[in-house]
């Protein structure tokens, strides 16, 4: 079945950078996108970045000087890089895949704080 | 980037009854295609967001036929008809149109 499980550091130092990983099992990355989704606590959504099928990122503009996905397809693992860490980058992090037909799946999350 | 309001803020209903949560947008979320590119999350309390509607109108499997969803091209209704306890967390609306896809800011649903 279809799984993704994010992992990664849950403390970061300010300034510092955060790699995150998420492994995929049900499916293969060269015929599915992955997205990152982000929520700081006791807040909404917010919508980091997609890596495509074929290999191509998009960001959120608001986040792209910081940002990078990729991904080893062998290990069927996304990765996420993010620097200049700040205390708002405190949230959940989420990895999921955006179906066709609304067939989506989210991961559990991974909680990263920011803090010194 | 496409700007989601919804409302109410919250909402407190008793089993049985009915909820109705809107979400506006502030581009029309019609493709070229003919699909409005409209979506509804409920997040559980300490879970994942999970899918709930697609393309305004569709229900995600395995969810019940007691949410249903209607619109235009910017204006959008999440119903939930007989409301269990089992409803209870915060439902995000969400479009897919354009990068970047965005939210809304989403509607707390409580028990009576």
């Known amino acids: 079945q279809v799984q993704l499980k994010e992992s990664g550091p849950g403390l970061v130092q300010p300034s510092e950078t955060l790699s995150l990983t998420c492994t995929v099992s049900?499916?293969?990355?060269?015929?599915?996108?992955v997205h990152w989704v982000r929520q700081p606590p006791g807040k909404g959504l917010e919508w980091m970045g997609i890596?495509?099928?074929?290999?191509?990122?998009d960001y959120n503009s608001a986040l792209k000087s910081r940002l990078s996905i990729s991904r080893d397809t062998s290990k069927s693992q996304v990765f996420l890089k993010m620097n200049s860490l700040q205390t708002e980058d405190t949230a959940i992090y989420y990895c999921?895949?955006?179906?066709?037909?609304?067939?989506?799946?989210w991961g559990q999350g991974v909680m990263v704080t920011v803090s010194s | 980037d496409i700007v989601l309001t919804q409302a109410p803020l919250s909402v407190s209903v008793t089993p049985g009854e009915s909820a109705s949560i809107s979400c506006r947008s502030s581009k029309s979320l019609l493709s070229s295609k003919g699909i409005t590119s409209l979506y509804w999350y409920l997040q559980r309390p300490g879970k994942s967001p999970q899918l709930l509607i697609y393309q305004m109108s569709n229900l995600a499997s395995g969810v019940p036929d007691r949410f249903s969803s209607s619109g235009s091209e910017t204006d959008f209704t999440l119903k939930i008809s007989k409301v269990e306890t089992e409803d209870v967390g915060v439902y995000y609306c969400?479009?897919?149109?354009?990068?970047?896809?965005?939210f809304g800011s989403g509607t707390k649903l409580e028990i009576k």
């Open positions: 049900g499916f293969s990355l060269t015929s599915n996108s």
């Open positions: 969400g479009h897919r149109l354009e990068y970047p896809p965005t």
């Open positions: 890596i495509r099928s074929g290999g191509s990122t």
């Open positions: 999921t895949r955006w179906g066709y037909g609304g067939n989506d799946y």
